[in-house]
């Protein structure tokens, strides 16, 4: 499904970001300012008129983000209007009974609903993070809880996917909300490490080592032996997610590092184990993977597995 925006209200949304730089005249830069939620104000009635709630939705957590700063009440409820209008759009394509293929990207969480949590993010992760279980689609909430097959097939996304995709934002949401809280970050990224493995596990482990080396070692041991217990293949297709944390851990393994550079270090015997496992599931499913990243596992094998 795309997603149509008028050009007038694109314009005029990049004008509230661009038009008005910094000023060093203080009288100057409160006009500016002035203008600037006036013409927020403006979108926002505009923006109304618009006739798919995705559009909307857009608009209003665009708004929110921009007017967060001088006007915090008023782009909270930007936001929670994008929420809702999110909802109302995905409502509407749940109902849209034989249509189903024109609301792929609202009923498999693809880029609209990403789009509008990750904006919210920026301003608000508490509350984008809340939204995100408010807003979960129905297949993605059955591919969570395991029932992921074939019949959530959308040009060659199934239930696993639809299920990492979601978990990959879950746990983004939660590294945002863990910068904003340090009394609660510690607790946050641990939760967020226990749960299913993602891109975004490794990003994880490093801030919690950074605030608590001895829990992230510990974690970094569990996160380990997980992905060396982990199928790098499933249903006949590659787990990407797991394919790619794994990479990053063992290059970042691997690398020289400065004597005085705090870093995360891993059991070497685990990351041999790993790296083999790697070079194995590349080497035995060509056909799948369809390449192989020579220059990417050179130095895996070169210092693991030479033969």
Request: aromatic fraction near 6%; charge should be neutral.
């Amino acid at each position: 499904m795309q997603i149509r925006i008028p050009l007038c209200l694109l314009a005029l949304i990049f004008a509230v970001s661009a038009v008005f730089p910094q000023q060093p005249d203080a009288d100057a830069a409160k006009l500016k300012e002035r203008r600037r939620v006036a013409l927020v104000a403006r979108i926002a009635t505009d923006a109304e008129q618009l006739k798919l709630p995705e559009n909307r939705a857009i608009l209003n957590a665009r708004l929110g983000a921009m007017a967060w700063k001088n006007d915090p009440e008023q782009a909270k409820k930007m936001l929670q209007a994008a929420v809702s209008e999110l909802n109302a759009a995905q409502q509407e394509a749940e109902s849209a009974k034989g249509k189903s293929h024109l609301y792929q990207d609202l009923l498999n969480s693809q880029n609209v609903r990403p789009q509008i949590l990750n904006t919210i993010a920026t301003v608000d992760p508490e509350y984008a993070l809340a939204s995100l279980y408010r807003t979960r689609p129905a297949s993605v909430a059955r591919a969570l809880a395991g029932e992921g097959s074939e019949k959530f097939n959308d040009q060659g996304q199934n239930g696993s996917y639809l299920a990492q995709a979601e978990m990959n934002l879950e746990q983004r949401l939660l590294r945002l909300v863990a910068d904003k809280n340090p009394e609660k970050a510690a607790a946050i990224l641990k939760d967020t490490i226990r749960k299913r493995l993602s891109n975004e596990t490794y990003e994880s482990l490093k801030k919690l080592y950074l605030m608590d080396a001895d829990a992230g070692k510990e974690l970094a041991d569990d996160v380990l032996g997980r992905l060396n217990s982990a199928a790098f293949i499933a249903n006949n297709q590659p787990v990407y997610d797991l394919i790619g944390l794994s990479t990053n851990i063992i290059t970042d393994h691997i690398r020289e590092h400065q004597p005085d550079e705090k870093y995360l270090s891993f059991d070497d015997s685990g990351i041999r184990t790993l790296s083999i496992k790697l070079i194995g599931t590349y080497l035995d499913n060509v056909a799948r993977l369809g390449y192989v990243p020579f220059e990417q596992l050179e130095p895996f094998a070169k210092r693991y597995a030479p033969g």
